[in-house]
């Protein structure tokens, strides 16, 4: 097989660096980009410039296109539904795509008895809405969170994401009734670190919050991530969802999942949560939805969904028919093509890479993930657990410069995160892992 990296140094090259200077001159210098590509095409799992370099990406949008890039089917039900219908607003009138998305979703979510569905724009739109049905529901004002949680970049998502320098620094006051507790995050926790498993004790923090931090009859919603993205890919252990369901059974509060960057068969299974065999209340959906495509959704137990008066719910854009279409089209994909078995094939041979190099590497501290949803850790050393937060930027440097394209990830910003396409063939795979081991062992020295 011929190798998909194809690229000439120097880079970034001639047309790539003029098109960076626009950007410089034209847009917030606020706006982070992880790598200077400037993507003229795409096309599966490879991404090619303006000056004609090809790379692997190893990014999938941040875990939007796992049918990965410009999928043909996908691409004509764009252009079809787009010579139909390009807009109407479900607030002025119904179209029949919306609704068809609707009930695969419903027939989709594993959570028993009638559901329904809200479509939005973005996965921190979805979040809102969801708290929002939550509040409604129980006329109850409080939502828990995580250490380590990412949900957006709104004001009450960013007052529920945590990683504060990074994302909430400058941008307060915050949203009030937000409850923060530790997430089950093994390899920093100061209960289980020796061992590596998690033994349960933060459990107890999330019991004590609810006598020192808020009553549980003021508690709307508790809202989690089964596996942590931009925390670092942490799973939380399965007995730790079990007993989350159970303690907001117990005292009547809302259990949203959080599933944008994990779900659509990313970690093995439609959505990471049925790994541990929970049913939630509300489930949040983004991101590989509409292979690319501006769209989300909450789907979940009808009357919490119906919860909010009659208008309380609303989006000019939410649920376009032409995202809608393109979602139904990548759901027939992963279905088809049982992108879950294919996903798990991609996680052993992932990690079986990277508990190699941990044993390689001493800058390596840890590699974990679910199903294709993984990540490396750094650290100073062997002994040594400090973040190391200069190599995951150096690693992702390197890696541009072989034709890699990755993103960092961490509570510290001290991993590397891969989220490669699920249709991704075993050579390409194979030969960015390659290609990461390499980035790796030039800053490792």
Request: hydrophobic letters at 40%.
């Amino acid at each position: 097989m011929m190798p998909t990296i194809h690229v000439r140094p120097p880079l970034p090259g001639p047309k790539s660096q003029a098109i960076l200077a626009r950007r410089d001159a034209a847009v917030s210098k606020a706006s982070f980009r992880s790598t200077p590509v400037v993507a003229a095409s795409a096309h599966g799992a490879a991404v090619t410039d303006v000056d004609g370099n090809t790379f692997l990406d190893f990014t999938a949008g941040i875990g939007t296109l796992n049918v990965g890039h410009t999928p043909a089917e996908v691409v004509e039900a764009i252009r079809s539904q787009a010579g139909d219908l390009i807009h109407l607003c479900a607030i002025v009138g119904s179209y029949e795509p919306y609704i068809a998305l609707a009930e695969k979703l419903n027939a989709l979510v594993p959570i028993s008895g009638p559901k329904k569905t809200f479509l939005s724009n973005s996965g921190a739109e979805a979040v809102e809405t969801a708290i929002k049905m939550a509040r409604a529901y129980t006329g109850r004002p409080a939502i828990i969170t995580y250490e380590g949680a990412y949900h957006g970049r709104t004001l009450l998502t960013l007052s529920l994401t945590s990683k504060y320098a990074l994302f909430k620094k400058g941008f307060g006051p915050f949203a009030p009734e937000i409850y923060r507790v530790p997430y089950p995050y093994s390899y920093r926790c100061p209960h289980c670190r020796n061992e590596g498993v998690c033994n349960l004790t933060c459990f107890e923090d999330l019991e004590r919050a609810l006598i020192t931090q808020i009553d549980p009859s003021a508690v709307a919603a508790l809202i989690i991530e089964p596996v942590q993205g931009e925390g670092g890919f942490i799973p939380a252990s399965y007995e730790y969802l079990r007993k989350v369901r159970a303690l907001c059974d117990k005292h009547g509060i809302v259990l949203i999942v959080d599933e944008v960057q994990a779900g659509f068969c990313r970690t093995g299974r439609w959505f990471s949560f049925e790994h541990s065999g929970i049913e939630p209340d509300l489930v949040v959906m983004a991101k590989s939805l509409a292979a690319g495509m501006p769209l989300a959704a909450v789907t979940g137990r009808a009357e919490i969904v119906d919860a909010p008066h009659l208008g309380g719910l609303g989006s000019t854009f939410g649920g376009n028919p032409v995202a809608c279409a393109a979602a139904l089209k990548a759901i027939e994909i992963m279905e088809r093509d049982n992108l879950n078995q294919r996903a798990e094939q991609i996680g052993e041979i992932t990690m079986a890479h990277f508990r190699r190099w941990k044993e390689k590497y001493p800058i390596i501290g840890d590699v974990r993930g679910l199903g294709a949803m993984t990540a490396i850790e750094f650290v100073q050393g062997r002994n040594d657990r400090t973040p190391n937060t200069e190599a995951p930027l150096k690693v992702v440097a390197e890696a541009y410069q072989r034709g890699l394209l990755l993103i960092r990830a961490g509570l510290y910003s001290n991993g590397v995160r891969t989220l490669v396409p699920l249709v991704i063939t075993d050579e390409q795979l194979e030969e960015g892992l390659g290609v990461l081991e390499e980035a790796i062992g030039v800053v490792a020295g």
